[in-house]
């Protein structure tokens, strides 16, 4: 059994919560067989007069642009243009989603399985389906025949598991992708470590996002500028997808999403544009549920009544040595939600906010037709996605940000930040916050607003949303150094160009080093008095320090020197207040570098390197192999271009996994002009040109052009054709490995 304990998302100390996801739930081995039921596949039928209504014009850096006559014909032409570029990672997706990564990736997937079956994301996904509108149904039919169509017409790409798509699965994927990658994981729940292991990572390692709005009267075009800087992982489910689709019918959005998505979920059409950072809302909930009839183990208080849990089993297969073994696995959920540990000895049952009604396709589809800002916050104003700040701009020089948040609204008095007891009546909620209740700024006279994940009290200069008008728990976070070096970099400037806020979104300034570098010369000075020998050995370290500009370049040693040493601290050693251990943190430092590359005077570009592996084999990093030298860094130093490397055994460098995934700069003008970068490229196959042809790019800080007109698309496409055309020459990799056959 676990005891399960809420995240305190005010004092920010991490929790460690033990054992294991109750039975997962009440986890019952039971031996046995239960064979799965399958509903008839929906979205079936002959696709190839829609194949043929449908034109992709791959332009020079091989994104996808997808003409057709309607939504649900692009959507199919989006979905088969990813196919032909990483069909790998779009069943990697679906099969997290669906719970049943165990049957290709073993045990160690198993915990994983056991949490998306306990959500019930297969039923309720399917039940989205069902009762959606037609018009969404029809997306998601074409969603699943543009997989299909693709399979069928490339017969050398073998599924290792999925050989059929179905409509719901892009509601699967989209619940799994929300909650469970990023509410649940923030709670401490997550099925992806050891088997039911609640655990908490410290804020200060978290990776995040950034985005900036500039209006008019803060651009030499008086034309508004949206940035859109997305930090995801460079490989597994997080990873984004560069597409542009324009259908008779209207829609007309370029941007990214995750592969297996219908349509962008952060960029722009002609009229306006979005972006997204994660942000922390209290959305999710854990009740302590009374079970204590001897007569009914289902029953459970409730006031003063009871009410009966549900119970459920399931059969997981999980593959072996031996092969496919089966378990079937038992499972409780009370009108809170499922069962997911226990606190004092009793079952926790967990609630999340818009989990069962869901939503949020329907809301992003709707974004993404939006035609001015009325339109745009009709279009959020369900709050179907649950959380993401929103930054927005448009042509008509708009600039607004929303601290996004679908908030319970609760009772005042408890602590929310624990398990509150479930058969009180007086602990459910009582709908959520509108719209109109959520932090928000509108046009402000700064000229700019910014979030990079940081608390939506501090968007702007002068006037930003104030603390006091808006209940403690729905607002968790403080301020971050990235939202800070944001604020300075975008107050100090009188006038962006699109050329200039191109530059400033991989702007390499650290603040940390402003402010920390400083302190460590006068701990020195100190030491000088005190520990003559430490300061003797530490002369050189810090008059190079001392000098460096504070800026990180790939040819920077200081750079190098001062990341190290920060990392020894933990990113929050003050040698202010620890003089000593700052010094002997830096003779550590120094001593670590010599250790592995036989001088401390090492570039910073030496050790922080750009790689790209198959995603089968991940770490897989390889100092022989070619890599590329990347001056950006974690975000914690405070830095705008953000880079997230780490070493992995046997290797010297350190490679990046997480950071700047998709970098966009739109500029609102009567025609929407853009430029964007991937981290890597569009292409998963190795030998597509369009592999690391973006990646180069990127390592030189630099933006290629987003194309948006018809006209400049087709002057600069270099494959017109239709879907199944050109079967066997868009390069295949191997469905088992991700490599190339």
């Keep these: 059994m676990i005891r399960v304990r809420k995240k305190d998302h005010t004092s920010r100390r991490p929790r460690v919560l033990k054992g294991v996801l109750p039975q997962l739930l009440l986890v019952c081995a039971i031996a046995g067989w239960k064979s799965a039921h399958c509903e008839e596949t929906k979205g079936g039928g002959d696709w190839s007069a829609v194949a043929r209504s449908v034109t992709i014009h791959r332009d020079s850096w091989g994104v996808p642009h997808i003409y057709g006559p309607t939504d649900a014909s692009v959507v199919f032409g989006h979905l088969y243009a990813q196919a032909e570029d990483n069909f790998w990672?779009?069943?990697?997706?679906?099969?997290?989603?669906?719970?049943?990564?165990?049957?290709?990736?073993?045990?160690?997937?198993?915990?994983?399985?056991?949490?998306?079956?306990?959500?019930?994301?297969?039923?309720?996904?399917?039940?989205?389906?069902?009762?959606?509108?037609?018009?969404?149904?029809?997306?998601?039919?074409?969603?699943?025949?543009?997989?299909?169509?693709?399979?069928?017409?490339?017969?050398?790409?073998?599924?290792?598991?999925?050989?059929?798509?179905?409509?719901?699965?892009?509601?699967?994927?989209?619940?799994?992708?929300?909650?469970?990658?990023?509410?649940?994981?923030?709670?401490?729940?997550?099925?992806?470590?050891?088997?039911?292991?609640?655990?908490?990572?410290?804020?200060?390692?978290?990776?995040?996002?950034?985005?900036?709005?500039?209006?008019?009267?803060?651009?030499?075009?008086?034309?508004?500028?949206?940035?859109?800087?997305?930090?995801?992982?460079?490989?597994?489910?997080?990873?984004?997808?560069?597409?542009?689709?324009?259908?008779?019918?209207?829609?007309?959005?370029?941007?990214?999403?995750?592969?297996?998505?219908?349509?962008?979920?952060?960029?722009?059409?002609?009229?306006?544009?979005?972006?997204?950072?994660?942000?922390?809302?209290?959305?999710?909930?854990?009740?302590?549920?009374?079970?204590?009839?001897?007569?009914?183990?289902?029953?459970?208080?409730?006031?003063?009544?009871?009410?009966?849990?549900?119970?459920?089993?399931?059969?997981?297969?999980?593959?072996?040595?031996?092969?496919?073994?089966?378990?079937?696995?038992?499972?409780?959920?009370?009108?809170?939600?499922?069962?997911?540990?226990?606190?004092?000895?009793?079952?926790?049952?967990?609630?999340?906010?818009?989990?069962?009604?869901?939503?949020?396709?329907?809301?992003?589809?709707?974004?993404?037709?939006?035609?001015?800002?009325?339109?745009?916050?009709?279009?959020?104003?369900?709050?179907?996605?649950?959380?993401?700040?929103?930054?927005?701009?448009?042509r008509e020089g708009n600039i607004f940000y929303v601290y996004n948040a679908a908030v319970p609204r609760r009772a005042p008095g408890l602590n929310w930040s624990e398990p509150v007891d479930g058969s009180d009546p007086g602990t459910e909620w009582r709908g959520c916050h509108s719209l109109a209740e959520l932090p928000q700024l509108l046009n402000p006279p700064s000229g700019f607003l910014q979030n990079c994940n940081q608390t939506p009290f501090t968007t702007t200069i002068g006037d930003n949303p104030q603390p006091g008008d808006f209940p403690p728990y729905m607002v968790t976070e403080k301020d971050n150094p990235r939202a800070k070096i944001s604020r300075r970099l975008l107050s100090r400037k009188e006038k962006f160009t699109f050329d200039s806020l191109c530059e400033a979104g991989f702007d390499t300034t650290v603040l940390l080093a402003e402010e920390q570098i400083p302190e460590i010369v006068r701990a020195w000075e100190l030491a000088k008095r005190n520990d003559r020998r430490l300061a003797k050995k530490l002369a050189l370290p810090v008059a190079e320090l001392k000098k460096w500009d504070r800026v990180a370049r790939v040819d920077s040693t200081e750079m190098t020197l001062f990341a190290v040493w920060a990392e020894l601290g933990k990113f929050k050693l003050d040698p202010r207040k620890d003089p000593r251990t700052a010094l002997r943190n830096l003779a550590r430092a120094t001593a670590g570098l010599r250790w592995y590359f036989g001088t401390w005077h090492v570039p910073w570009g030496e050790l922080n390197r750009l790689q790209r592996i198959p995603p089968s084999q991940e770490p897989g990093f390889s100092d022989s192999a070619p890599s590329l030298p990347i001056a950006g860094g974690p975000g914690w130093l405070g830095m705008v271009f953000n880079f997230y490397a780490r070493r992995v055994d046997g290797q010297k460098k350190r490679y990046g996994v997480a950071g700047h995934s998709y970098v966009s700069v739109v500029n609102f003008g009567p025609a929407a002009r853009a430029r964007s970068i991937l981290v890597f490229g569009q292409s998963a196959d190795p030998d597509s040109p369009h592999h690391l042809d973006q990646a180069k790019l990127f390592a030189r800080k630099k933006l290629k052009p987003a194309l948006f007109s018809r006209e400049e698309i087709e002057k600069n496409s270099l494959r017109v054709y239709h879907p199944g055309e050109e079967a066997g020459n868009t390069g295949r990799q191997d469905a088992k490995t991700g490599e190339k056959r």
């Design 89 to 394: 990672q779009i069943e990697e997706n679906f099969i997290l989603a669906t719970g049943r990564a165990a049957e290709v990736h073993g045990e160690e997937a198993l915990p994983g399985d056991l949490l998306v079956r306990a959500l019930e994301i297969e039923r309720l996904s399917m039940e989205e389906y069902e009762r959606s509108a037609p018009r969404l149904r029809a997306l998601c039919d074409a969603f699943a025949a543009g997989l299909n169509y693709f399979l069928a017409k490339n017969p050398d790409v073998k599924p290792r598991l999925l050989k059929r798509f179905e409509p719901w699965h892009v509601f699967a994927f989209c619940r799994y992708g929300l909650y469970v990658q990023f509410v649940l994981r923030r709670e401490g729940i997550s099925g992806r470590n050891v088997q039911g292991t609640l655990k908490e990572l410290p804020p200060e390692h978290s990776q995040g996002s950034n985005m900036w709005a500039i209006a008019p009267s803060k651009t030499e075009s008086g034309q508004a500028l949206l940035f859109i800087n997305p930090h995801q992982p460079y490989f597994g489910p997080g990873q984004f997808y560069e597409g542009h689709l324009h259908s008779e019918e209207g829609l007309n959005m370029s941007g990214a999403a995750f592969f297996g998505s219908l349509v962008p979920t952060l960029g722009h059409n002609e009229k306006l544009g979005w972006s997204h950072t994660v942000n922390y809302p209290d959305i999710a909930d854990l009740y302590v549920e009374t079970f204590d009839d001897p007569e009914d183990p289902l029953a459970y208080r409730w006031g003063k009544e009871r009410r009966r849990a549900e119970q459920w089993s399931e059969t997981l297969k999980i593959l072996g040595p031996e092969g496919i073994r089966e378990k079937l696995y038992q499972f409780r959920k009370t009108h809170h939600g499922p069962i997911v540990g226990t606190h004092k000895g009793k079952p926790v049952s967990l609630r999340l906010s818009r989990f069962v009604k869901g939503g949020q396709i329907a809301q992003w589809y709707a974004m993404s037709r939006a035609g001015s800002l009325e339109e745009f916050r009709k279009a959020i104003e369900p709050l179907a996605i649950p959380m993401f700040n929103i930054m927005y701009a448009d």
